[in-house]
């Protein structure tokens, strides 16, 4: 984990702060408000721009403008525009400190949370929670998990609140200002809609092209971050230069700060690999192979220009034109009938595909995996598994390629925009004019699923790209859900993503140390349900009947889906005349009546019907007890009473921002309980750029059936890229609900084990026979919604892992004497559970 924490106190509180740090932190500033970067980072993750001592600006992540871009964005924040910070690409933390005054900002998603918590006379803050529950001693939030568990879409029942008690959570799109030690203002950074006269909308094809333009810079600002190569890789990319040069040194594109050795400081690296700081104004010398003018490799007239050996012109030797060696020409190497074409070694039915010597079902599969009973080696351990697990991932920037839309829209990007290549120089395994490392993840259970095969089958075509070098990754029971879940470290919060750690790591440790993601693109490009009901209110009734003719399609064929536009008619109408006090209202009270309505996994209609509502009980709510329900009922009452009590508020707009930040939550979780060591994931349909960019396409485009798939396609057409594999945009959902049953029925005991003494019970939240039973239920077949026990699981475990926690967040002669998180209140002492 990584974070940044820092403070704004009295005199007195500065006094007592002396002595007291995290531990293995590097300081930024120092008193009266000082500032820490915690962890991992690397040496560009970390930016500080300064105009004068008491004005400056310290940027966490990777963030695409250039020094004077955020010397300006500085100037714009001291005369309250923090705004103008939010606006570049990438994803990043900014803390603008001018003179006694802290602003700190979070992203649009949520992705980049930021907690705080009174302390010392003043506040502290932090962009994890855990650290700032150690220094106040806080203890857990048993009504926020309940909260989390019943309705874990509810904004207006979870509000500010963290598992932590007394640690507050900034919303997504707000900023965190603090002045002088005392005074705190928590402000949205974004402007309000007028509501008398509104803007008028942008035409659909303006509107794409903008999310065109900003997934393009999102993808740009990773490429032209400086290459990491993971430690592992040292001995092979450049040595250990205590200069920082080495023979593959890509610069970044402004100088980052070394948080290890301080601003300015000399970094020794043994990765080869030299930090800007080395390289005057941000570039490699003229002439060399990663030089930015005429004469570099990668220059105008390199090899990497349109014309050059690896461009995209008619003369490029891996170019698509007709006559190159990867062109569609009949006598180049990648055609039908070629080396790598349709009826070759590495096409259907060849030596290196599915049922082939070196695919899943032969010798050895397609993640290097041996099958077939053969030997993996002399050695045990020292398989080929063992070896690539060993190594860590490949140095450079890579992409998932899981099939869907999403994730290929982000590697043909990525592997299509001109300039320096995500793969290194002598990566293993690549060979000339592959420029990106794709990625894809192989289920062997459910390898007879005519959808996952499908799945396979565009991602093959994707990948049939000259620029791409795939790479497969093939798992049986290892890789299923609830699988392994001794190994899932503890994170700063819960979430589903727990449960699923172990099959993301064998995913992302073949990857690259920059791994593109596709996640949060059908929360920012997909219209959510309840958006049928802001078309109502502007009097758009003609755009429902697509969405609706969709939703009785996929009913099924019967008499009864001629009702159905009627009824999501109904539904969508019922939620327009609805005040938003009187939704939160009426789910409170059905949390009190234990009424959660018909099973939402049933259908694709139930689902939707039940999204047409301005929150719902989750699907983990039926197995809470009582008393967690009417405490959660109680923080929803008390929400209605400040919500809107008259017509007005759009309930589309907020369920989508609520989706939003639920996903990106559950991302943030991923990160952290799946992490591989050296590695960095990014989700550049989360950056604040493309979440603006998906709000201005018009509502009526949005809600129709496919439209993120539509969205993708016209904007790699404007990116070049026309040829899409058929099937572009299918959804397999059912793919992975079979496989999370596969891995319930699998690791039924273990959770049998986690469940006999829950610490939920302990609070109160669950009764444990009532979970097990639900547990053995769904291990046997019966229709439960998974995603309910997902989430039970993840909070259970989560709590177990967290009291087994030893030490301290902070050290010092001023540090808490107690870690946070002692026990469960309300139970004397919580016995040691040991590790599962």
């Not at 007890?625 to 923080?635: F, K």
């Not at 993840?794 to 002669?813: H, I, K, P, Y």
């Amino acid at each position: 984990m990584r974070w940044l924490v820092g403070w704004s106190s009295t005199a007195a509180g500065a006094t007592h702060a002396q002595t007291l740090q995290p531990v293995g932190a590097q300081q930024l500033w120092g008193d009266p408000d000082p500032l820490w970067a915690v962890g991992d980072w690397r040496a560009d993750e970390v930016r500080i721009v300064e105009a004068d001592a008491n004005t400056r600006l310290a940027v966490f992540g990777y963030c695409g403008a250039s020094d004077d871009q955020l010397r300006v964005g500085l100037f714009a924040a001291r005369g309250g525009a923090v705004r103008h910070l939010t606006t570049y690409p990438g994803s990043y933390t900014a803390v603008v400190r001018i003179g006694r005054r802290i602003a700190v900002a979070t992203d649009l998603a949520g992705v980049r949370p930021v907690f705080h918590t009174p302390w010392a006379g003043g506040t502290a803050y932090a962009t994890a929670a855990l650290p700032l529950a150690d220094l106040v001693e806080a203890q857990l939030d048993v009504s926020h998990l309940a909260a989390l568990l019943a309705v874990p879409d509810a904004p207006e029942a979870l509000g500010d609140s963290t598992p932590y008690a007394e640690v507050r959570r900034v919303p997504p799109g707000h900023s965190l200002i603090l002045r002088d030690g005392g005074s705190r203002q928590i402000s949205s950074y974004e402007p309000t809609a007028p509501t008398v006269v509104a803007a008028p909308p942008i035409p659909a094809e303006e509107a794409v092209e903008g999310v065109r333009e900003a997934l393009v810079d999102a993808v740009r600002a990773r490429l032209a971050a400086a290459r990491h190569v993971p430690d592992t890789f040292g001995a092979d990319y450049g040595g250990d230069h205590a200069d920082g040069r080495g023979a593959h040194a890509i610069p970044a594109q402004s100088r980052p700060v070394d948080v290890r050795n301080g601003p300015g400081g000399q970094q020794r690296t043994t990765n080869g690999y030299a930090s800007d700081s080395h390289v005057p104004d941000g570039h490699a010398p003229p002439g060399t192979a990663y030089d930015d003018g005429s004469d570099g490799a990668y220059g105008n007239d390199g090899a990497y220009d349109s014309d050059g050996a690896y461009g995209n012109g008619g003369r490029g030797a891996y170019g698509p034109s007709n006559g190159s060696a990867y062109g569609p020409d009949r006598g180049s190497a990648h055609t039908n009938g070629s080396a790598y074409g349709n009826g070759s070694a590495y096409a259907h039915g060849g030596a290196h595909t599915n049922g082939g010597a070196y695919g899943p079902d032969g010798g050895r599969d397609a993640g290097g995996r041996d099958g077939g009973g053969r030997d993996p080696g002399p050695i045990p351990g020292m398989g080929p598994a063992d070896r690539r697990a060993g190594r860590g991932p490949a140095p450079g920037v890579g992409a998932d390629l899981s099939g869907g839309p999403a994730s290929a829209t982000l590697a043909l990007l990525a592997a299509g925009l001109p300039g320096v290549p995500g793969t290194i120089l002598g990566t293993p395994g690549t060979v000339a004019g592959e420029r990106l490392l794709a990625v894809t993840f192989n289920d062997l259970t459910q390898s007879g699923d005519s959808e996952r095969e499908a799945e396979l089958e565009r991602a093959h075509a994707v990948a049939e790209s000259p620029r791409l070098h795939h790479v497969v990754v093939a798992a049986a029971e290892e890789g299923l859900p609830y699988v392994d879940l001794d190994k899932v470290p503890l994170t700063d919060e819960p979430g589903p993503a727990l449960v699923q750690a172990g099959r993301h790591r064998l995913r992302l440790a073949s990857g690259s140390a920059d791994q593109f993601t596709g996640y949060g693109a059908r929360q920012v490009l997909d219209a959510h349900p309840a958006r049928l009901a802001d078309l109502l209110m502007d009097r758009k009734r003609r755009h429902l009947l697509r969405p609706a003719t969709a939703l009785a399609v996929a009913d099924g064929a019967s008499g009864a889906s001629l009702t159905v536009p009627f009824t999501v008619y109904r539904a969508a109408r019922r939620l327009a005349r609805t005040t938003q006090r009187d939704g939160v209202t009426d789910v409170a009270q059905a949390l009190r009546e234990s009424d959660f309505g018909a099973n939402a996994t049933d259908s694709a209609l139930s689902a939707s019907l039940a999204a047409l509502s301005w929150c719902r009980p989750g699907p983990a709510a039926r197995w809470l007890t009582g008393e967690a329900l009417a405490e959660v009922s109680v923080r929803l009452e008390t929400a209605a009473m400040r919500a809107e009590s008259g017509i007005g508020s759009r309930p589309g707009v907020l369920r989508a921002q609520a989706a939003l930040a639920r996903q990106a939550a559950d991302y943030r979780v991923l990160e952290q309980a799946a992490e591989v060591r050296n590695q960095r994931l990014h989700a550049p349909f989360l950056d604040n750029q493309v979440v603006r960019a998906a709000r201005e396409l018009p509502e009526a485009m949005r809600v129709r059936p496919g439209a993120r798939a539509s969205v993708l396609r016209d904007v790699l057409a404007g990116a070049g890229v026309h040829e899409l594999p058929p099937g572009w945009g299918t959804t397999t959902y059912a793919v992975h609900a079979a496989a999370g049953r596969a891995g319930l029925r699998a690791a039924i005991g273990p959770l049998m084990d986690l469940f006999r003494a829950p610490l939920l019970a302990d609070a109160g939240i669950i009764e444990a026979h009532v979970v097990r039973k639900a547990l053995r239920s769904a291990a046997d077949g019966e229709p439960l919604p998974l995603e309910g026990l997902d989430q039970l699981v993840a909070v259970e475990l989560w709590l177990t892992r967290l009291m087994q926690r030893r030490g301290s967040c902070w050290t010092g002669a001023d540090a808490p004497r107690r870690r946070a998180v002692v026990g469960v209140p309300g139970v004397p002492s919580t016995p040691h559970r040991p590790a599962l």
